[in-house]
């Protein structure tokens, strides 16, 4: 499974940007999805994850209320709103694939990464 993710840019705070992922098969349409992010200099950390059916979602703390982490049911594709962003997000942004239907925070929860896109929030 190879996952390409885009929306990654340059953003003043406040501002908004939007982050795709798309599974290259479509096993990934009966598995949770995930983004995570690593800042320079810091370990990756958990950003959010939708369930298999887009009907559940979980988010770290650090953006809940502000990202939107969605998923088509039956799709491959992930997505991540992110408004009111903070020059904190500055980081290179990961999607993954979850090994079943439902994952959490834990990486070991993800099997396939995808490559990572930048993403910069100027003050």
């Known amino acids: 499974v190879q996952l390409q993710a885009s929306g990654g840019g340059l953003v003043q705070a406040g501002g908004s940007l939007r982050l795709s992922c798309a599974a290259s098969?479509?096993?990934?349409?009966?598995?949770?999805m995930g983004w995570s992010r690593q800042a320079p200099g810091k370990e990756r950390e958990f950003v959010a994850a939708?369930?298999?059916?887009?009907?559940?979602?979980f988010y770290a703390d650090s953006v809940k209320g502000r990202f939107t982490i969605s998923k088509e049911y039956g799709a491959h594709v992930v997505n991540l709103q992110m408004d009111n962003l903070k020059p904190e997000d500055t980081a290179v942004y990961f999607c993954?694939?979850?090994?079943?239907?439902?994952?959490?925070?834990?990486?070991?929860?993800?099997?396939?990464w995808g490559q990572g896109t930048q993403v910069t929030v100027s003050s």
């Open positions: 098969r479509r096993t990934s349409s009966n598995n949770a």
């Open positions: 993954a694939v979850g090994r079943r239907a439902f994952a959490g925070r834990e990486a070991s929860e993800y099997n396939y």
């Open positions: 939708v369930s298999w059916n887009g009907g559940a979602t």
